[in-house]
């Protein structure tokens, strides 16, 4: 019944990534533009909104952090997995960057709506951050490392505006900036092309795909990173909490669980395209990911939610 149920969610996303497949083989829109429109304008609107809205408390604001410290762990082994077989080869940065990532946005919420909507919104957007902080920080920079120069990689990340404006919206959080319903309907707005833009730029970069270009080293370890130590290292976290610390709530770990098992986030192929490593690798990972998620979480979640 879950997978019926989240098939039908999500099917206007596959039927987007096919139009959008047929539109870049049409029109030729250039994927490298609407990357860039996504990352440095309508991204960090709607972060900053997010945190707006979102409850924070000392637990809610933890989140994001711990999972920050989660998508660090795992990007770092996977880069030194790589690195030790093919050290002269830049699949490590992008390999890195990508085993941290979930699909929060269009796989997380659409399960949580399932099974948990709509009273964890606010842990469930503050998980979301904690990605947000992983994709625009650190990793960033490594990624970044192997097309430019230090000096250039730094500048890359400091002209990231998410994450000022992760800090805009703490800031108009704390202190309740009241917008008026205009402002609103504008944020509702940019949260709409947030949504149609990212899906957009995995139906393009996928029409430079053929069998031949795909890289299955890259697609298993990925595999591995998102199926198999994301949930492992989540669960010892749910472990260790439950059994001496007691920090977070059972509805929590259940939002835990469902973060591990998602699939790799699309924002990758963005800014895999804006630093010039290897977006049609990701491109691929994350689509078949997204495939193979329909049956597993599913599996999952029958299991331990």
């Known amino acids: 019944m879950l997978f019926i149920t989240l098939l039908y969610k999500l099917l206007p996303l596959y039927f987007l990534i096919?139009?959008?497949?047929?539109?870049?083989?049409?029109?030729?829109?250039?994927?490298?533009?609407?990357?860039?429109?996504l990352i440095y304008i309508i991204a960090p609107v709607v972060i900053f909104y997010w945190v707006y809205r979102a409850e924070l408390s000392i637990e809610t604001l933890s989140i994001p952090f711990l999972f920050y410290i989660l998508a660090s762990l795992i990007g770092a082994c996977f880069y030194f997995i790589w690195n030790i077989f093919y050290p002269e080869?830049?699949?490590?940065?992008?390999?890195?960057?990508?085993?941290?990532?979930?699909?929060?946005?269009?796989?997380?919420?659409?399960?949580?709506?399932?099974?948990?909507?709509?009273?964890?919104?606010?842990?469930?957007v503050l998980a979301i951050l904690g990605f947000v902080l992983y994709e625009n920080?650190?990793?960033?920079?490594?990624?970044?490392?192997?097309?430019?120069?230090?000096k250039e990689s730094l500048k890359k990340v400091m002209k990231l505006p998410t994450i000022y404006?992760?800090?805009?919206?703490?800031?108009?959080?704390?202190?309740?900036?009241?917008?008026?319903?205009?402002m609103i309907a504008v944020f509702d707005n940019f949260i709409w092309a947030y949504s149609v833009l990212w899906i957009m730029i995995v139906?393009?970069?996928?029409?430079?795909?053929?069998?031949?270009?795909?890289?299955?080293?890259?697609?298993?370890l990925t595999f591995l990173a998102k199926f198999i130590v994301w949930p492992v290292l989540t669960g010892v976290v749910i472990f260790l909490d439950s059994t001496f610390f007691s920090f977070y709530s059972e509805s929590a770990y259940s939002l835990f669980i469902i973060i591990s098992i998602v699939p790799l986030a699309s924002n990758t192929i963005a800014l895999a395209s804006e630093l010039k490593v290897y977006p049609e690798k990701a491109a691929m990972a994350v689509l078949?990911?997204?495939?193979?998620a329909l049956v597993y979480i599913p599996i999952v979640t029958s299991i331990f939610l």
């Not at 404006?165 to 917008?179: C, K």
């Not at 139906?203 to 298993?220: A, H």
């Open 18 to 37: 096919i139009l959008w497949y047929i539109s870049g083989k049409a029109l030729w829109v250039k994927k490298e533009s609407v990357a860039t429109l």
């Open 89 to 124: 080869d830049s699949t490590k940065n992008i390999l890195s960057f990508t085993s941290g990532t979930g699909n929060t946005w269009y796989f997380w919420l659409p399960v949580i709506s399932i099974l948990l909507w709509p009273e964890y919104f606010s842990l469930a």
């Open 137 to 150: 920080t650190l990793w960033f920079y490594m990624t970044a490392k192997w097309s430019f120069s230090t």
């Open 165 to 182: 404006a992760f800090l805009g919206g703490i800031i108009a959080n704390v202190y309740w900036i009241d917008f008026n319903i205009e």
């Open 203 to 220: 139906g393009m970069w996928l029409m430079k795909i053929s069998v031949s270009t795909i890289d299955f080293t890259f697609l298993w």
């Open 288 to 292: 078949a990911s997204t495939l193979f």
